[in-house]
């Protein structure tokens, strides 16, 4: 049996195809792992790292922006242990080990592991500081130059399968031939999502990417359905319960996820009224229709039972009171009840629904 027909053996029996492909990636240019198992290959004295090991595990890692960690890259340091601490605040993707003298980046590629010791070298040896800022504005400026069609370098790591080079095969190839810019829109290079690589779509008069609606299918949120809309909510809801709190720009692309959840819905709404008044489980909390809300965000019944004199409700499904909750508590539904009432504030007018977003400015 020849080590080629080994690895396969091995590969096939990995949980996680993208950590397996990324390790056959890295065989094209260092040749067969020195070690292998059903979960990890290891290699020893490659690229300038002492050992990289590429285990079998998606590691969903928050900072500076949600992907995935599967790829260790280990070098020689000696760290005071004083610096341990201040090091650890700025990346859990930073491994001390004080008695090997040894530090270790885990993160989704070299490049970005690269990245990482370097920056631990210059914290060691007093080139900068040991703060968080410093350590996440580095791993997003090595971000844009790939997505710039630059490559990151530095004064140690060979890079010898041109990982940091933004025409690698392996990324090339790796990205949905099927997936488009969306109008008004223009590709510039790649960039990994949620441990997948996506066109990195740009608008066309140069607007800053952060401006711009995101997805981690590099799908514009126009061309989603609720579903879609709803898993992509759901990666945000994951990442707060890590307990990493979202930046400016990641709570305008919430904002814009919610949006646009709200706009499917409207859609949807005349489909909809049938559950207002639906006995199934399906629709309100407590099953069968949709529940109406008061000024207060309150629930007082379902829709369609108002009683003679009561002030113009807001009538929710139960997952949009839950996503108005998810972004405001009480308040939030409240809100969309003050401005139903605004747009809509007569409670006998008859005729076609008058269909009015929950969310401020639309």
């Known amino acids: 049996m020849k080590i080629t027909d080994i690895i396969t053996e091995n590969y096939s029996n990995w949980d996680h195809k993208y950590p397996a492909e990324y390790s056959k990636h890295l065989e094209k240019t260092f040749g067969s792992p020195d070690e292998m198992t059903d979960e990890q290959t290891v290699w020893h004295n490659i690229d300038g790292f002492k050992r990289v090991v590429c285990r079998d595990e998606y590691i969903l890692h928050g900072s500076p922006a949600p992907h995935y960690d599967f790829v260790y890259s280990y070098i020689d340091l000696e760290v005071d242990e004083d610096l341990s601490d201040e090091l650890a605040k700025c990346s859990g993707s930073i491994l001390i080990d004080h008695l090997k003298n040894e530090v270790g980046a885990r993160c989704g590629s070299l490049t970005a592991n690269a990245v990482t010791l370097n920056f631990c070298l210059d914290v060691v040896h007093n080139r900068t500081r040991p703060v968080p800022e410093e350590y996440e504005s580095r791993i997003k400026a090595m971000k844009q130059q790939f997505a710039d069609g630059e490559r990151y370098e530095n004064d140690w790591w060979e890079d010898k399968s041109g990982d940091a080079d933004p025409n690698n095969p392996f990324y090339a190839d790796d990205v949905d031939e099927g997936q488009r810019c969306w109008k008004g829109y223009e590709k510039k290079g790649t960039k990994m999502m949620f441990g997948k690589r996506v066109n990195n779509c740009v608008k066309k008069e140069d607007i800053d990417e952060a401006s711009s609606p995101w997805t981690s299918t590099g799908k514009h949120p126009e061309d989603m359905d609720r579903d879609e809309l709803q898993h992509e909510i759901d990666i945000f809801k994951q990442y707060q319960k890590m307990g990493m709190s979202l930046s400016p720009q990641e709570i305008m692309r919430l904002d814009s996820l919610y949006d646009y959840l709200d706009t499917v819905d409207d859609r949807n709404l005349d489909e909809d009224l049938r559950a207002w008044f639906g006995?199934?489980?399906?629709?309100?909390?407590?099953?069968?229709?949709?529940?109406?809300?008061?000024?207060?965000?309150?629930?007082?019944?379902?829709?369609g039972d108002s009683k003679p004199g009561e002030a113009k409700p807001k009538c929710l499904s139960k997952s949009k009171a839950a996503s108005l909750r998810a972004k405001g508590g009480k308040k939030a539904i409240a809100a969309a009840v003050n401005k139903k009432r605004r747009k809509d504030p007569n409670p006998d007018r008859r005729g076609k629904a008058k269909n009015v977003s929950n969310t401020k400015g639309k």
Do not use: F, Q, V
């Open 279 to 303: 006995k199934g489980k399906k629709g309100g909390a407590g099953g069968g229709g949709w529940d109406r809300y008061n000024s207060k965000g309150e629930r007082i019944g379902k829709c």
